[in-house]
């Protein structure tokens, strides 16, 4: 049965791959499953055919036959679980693999998702300029310690996983904020990611959309 995933019919990020289509598309290019794209609007995500699938009116959600998921998380977890690829065979460097996909999303990304908030939605606030030094002092605290553990490694863990397809999509939040830059080997470790073939498809395919 064919796969279909949501995406944001004009993407606010204009096709830089940070919407979070990109990581279900990246995760089912790397496990050699196409798919479809159904495009939806900032209206249609709100109307009840959508909020059936996901109760919070958000993207992406993913659809096979009568199975429906939402949380990009959760969609990405089942492509990695039911398609070699992206999760070991060991089972102990999976749950570990499984266990990075954890951390980028509940420890590294709201650190990142903190400081946009701060900048784009506060900025003009007067508290901004006191509180913005705090946001980014508590988001280098986890950027130091995931570059530690990195170190000189090319991955978190061994190969490439579903953990690294996840935490990559999380860095690139911030890419272009110049913070990123202060690590070199997480700097490198996202160019890694890039680089992969499966990005590269599932980010001109969101370009393609938004370009």
Known sequence: MTIIITAFERSP???????RDTRVR????EVGQPYEVRLVSFQAMKEPAH???????QIPTFEQGDFSLFETGAIVFHIAERHTGLLPDDPYARVRAVTWMFAALNTVEPAILELAN???????KPWTAERLPLVEDRLRTRL????????????LDGRFS?????????LLRIKSA??????????????????????????????AVNG
């Open 13 to 19: 990020d204009g096709g830089k791959g940070l919407a």
């Open 26 to 29: 990246w995760a089912l290019e």
């Open 51 to 57: 909020l059936a699938i996901h109760p919070f009116g």
């Open 118 to 124: 701060t900048k784009l939605l506060e900025g003009d």
């Open 144 to 155: 130091k310690q995931l570059s530690a553990h990195i170190g000189s490694a090319d991955w």
């Open 162 to 170: 579903a953990g690294d397809l996840m935490m990559v999509s999380v």
């Open 178 to 207: 110049g913070i990123l830059n202060e690590y070199p080997n997480l700097t490198a470790y996202v160019a890694r990611g890039e680089a992969r073939p499966a990005y590269k498809r599932a980010f001109a395919a969101q370009l």
